[in-house]
């Protein structure tokens, strides 16, 4: 490990929301929210080009994430929504930033989806900007970057809320719901958001 903290678990708290890691016992809330969103996400959602799926048990999903967490390659965030009068924060959605890279770059890239019913209430933005700042702060990143499907008006109307720069298209960048598709390359840095990126979104939103 490095002079910065990569330390896991680790969750961020914001104005409204809270990212923390997944646990096992999240299998039955999780399981139901992707049951329940299974056609709003569909056409977004990663697949593998061998027709293998990610892992089925969700016990497993979350042991592979944690332990590559733990070695500093990615971080696994549920997006919870706690309430004023209840001890349960429900999960609305999930947001990863994966594919770190240190050394020379120092880069990350973030994955989100968030359920249908909270849908435009300017939750993915909001937890974005939180994950954009603990990379810059806590990790010690310097890039970050998000890929979003051209037909995806949703998400890109979060990247250009939050002042991200287009970088272009990429070619058949990833698969996606059985074939490959093409993905416009979203990015900042550090040094484009030194006031902080939820700083940025709390002053617009106001």
Not at 49 to 71: C, H, I, K, T, W
Not at 105 to 115: E, K, P, Q
Request: proline share 6%; glycine share 10%; net charge positive.
């Amino acid at each position: 490990m490095s002079e910065f903290d990569r330390h896991w678990p680790v969750s961020v708290q914001g104005p409204r929301l809270l990212l923390r890691p997944l646990r096992r016992r999240d299998k039955a809330e999780w399981m139901h929210l992707r049951r329940t969103n299974d056609l709003w996400l569909a056409p977004w959602d990663a697949t593998l080009p061998e027709g293998a799926g990610y892992p089925a048990d969700f016990g497993q999903m979350v042991s592979a994430q944690n332990r590559a967490a733990r070695l500093g390659q990615c971080l696994p965030w549920a997006i919870t929504l706690p309430g004023l009068h209840s001890r349960h924060a429900p999960i609305v959605g999930q947001l990863t930033v994966s594919s770190i890279m240190w050394g020379a770059a120092r880069s990350g890239s973030i994955g989100y989806w968030v359920d249908v019913g909270h849908a435009g209430a300017g939750i993915a933005p909001e937890a974005v900007a939180m994950a954009v700042d603990h990379c810059f702060t806590a990790m010690g990143l310097h890039r970050i970057e998000i890929n979003i499907r051209p037909e995806n008006g949703a998400s890109l109307r979060v990247v250009e809320k939050l002042g991200f720069r287009d970088e272009g298209v990429r070619k058949d960048f990833l698969h996606i719901n059985g074939q490959w598709a093409d993905h416009r390359s979203f990015a900042l840095t550090a040094t484009e958001v030194p006031d902080g990126m939820l700083n940025r979104w709390l002053a617009r939103t106001q």
